[in-house]
């Protein structure tokens, strides 16, 4: 096996710092463990999401995971979704919600997996359940879209791996989150293998 470490640092409004250490453990056989460690220089700010981003090929256009679906559900909202195996289009991932935004988040991934017709890429949950989304779109190339008819042809697939995402509530039109639903900045360890 060969290791490669990375350190990384985000840099936020008003001097918050990401330091975002990683682990690669690479074998002969194709595995690659991903090991993460994420600090932050305040550990009191709300966070949307911790985790990865990955921009695929838009070819890897199938996504199957073993997780809560087969609709979108965050940690507040997934006592109604069943675990199981799954399996749609990544396009089929994007909830038609008129205001285009995120969305398509998937709670308790055991593994989940991309394919196109040559190639499977696959990332399965190490030391804890994942949370995982597959779509056609970038949270930035969302935003500024105010209706689904005006979404721009889609470049690549865009596959998050996270260890916290921030609960839905009703804040678009009442409460926040409960509490207990709103990742905080504190130091996190996530581990996945591709």
Not at 89 to 95: F, I, N, R
Not at 105 to 129: G, I, K
Not at 171 to 191: A, H
Request: glycine fraction near 8%; aromatic fraction near 10%; proline fraction near 6%.
């Amino acid at each position: 096996a060969v290791q490669v470490s990375v350190q990384l640092i985000g840099k936020g409004k008003e001097d918050f710092l990401v330091h975002h250490n990683v682990v690669y453990t690479i074998t002969a056989g194709g595995l690659i463990k991903v090991d993460n460690d994420v600090s932050f220089n305040h550990t009191d700010i709300p966070l949307a999401r911790l985790g990865v981003r990955m921009l695929l090929s838009s070819d890897f256009s199938e996504f199957k995971y073993y997780g809560r679906g087969p609709m979108e559900n965050y940690a507040d909202r997934k006592e109604g979704s069943y675990i199981g195996i799954w399996q749609s289009s990544v396009a089929a991932q994007l909830t038609p919600y008129e205001k285009p935004m995120e969305c398509g988040n998937h709670e308790d991934v055991r593994w989940a997996q991309l394919s196109n017709n040559a190639s499977t890429l696959r990332v399965s949950a190490a030391s804890q359940l994942l949370q995982v989304s597959a779509l056609p779109y970038k949270d930035e190339d969302l935003r500024p879209v105010e209706y689904r008819i005006d979404l721009p042809k889609p470049s690549s697939t865009v596959l998050v791996i996270a260890a916290k995402t921030l609960g839905v509530g009703s804040w678009g039109c009442g409460p926040k989150p409960l509490e207990q639903y709103i990742p905080l900045s504190t130091p996190q360890q996530f581990s996945y293998t591709l």
